[in-house]
């Protein structure tokens, strides 16, 4: 059974930071693309940021958020500094191959608040 399951969400002071993390099981997790994404309120959901080469982000992440990823704890992280209200979502967690197959999964999501 695949599993991904997200931590580190909460409420926030704009401008700092907090630490995303996602443990995946039940997966080869060194062949998946692993993702954040993020869906606000009335909002479609959104990418963040992928890595399973070269890290991509999208414009809001860029320069503020960082993908990273331990193929030894099957973990993938997110580190947000620099937050803004804007940031304000639920974040899930992704991943994905098309090896023997197209296999995608989600996380339950992680609530970030980013507010005074």
């Known amino acids: 059974q695949v599993q991904l399951v997200e931590s580190g969400g909460g409420l926030v002071q704009p401008g700092g930071s907090l630490r995303l993390s996602c443990a995946a099981s039940g997966i080869i997790f060194e062949i998946y693309t692993m993702g954040w994404y993020r869906q606000a309120p009335g909002k479609q959901r959104e990418l963040v940021a992928t890595?399973?080469?070269?890290?991509n982000y999208a414009d809001s992440a860029k320069g503020r958020f960082t993908i990273s990823r331990d193929n030894a704890k099957n973990t993938v992280y997110l580190q947000m500094n620099s937050l803004k209200p804007e940031d304000t979502a639920v974040y899930y967690c992704?991943?994905?191959?098309?090896?023997?197959?197209?296999?995608?999964?989600w996380g339950q999501g992680t609530q970030v608040t980013v507010s005074s």
């Open positions: 890595i399973g080469g070269p890290p």
């Open positions: 992704n991943s994905h191959t098309e090896s023997y197959g197209v296999h995608d999964y």
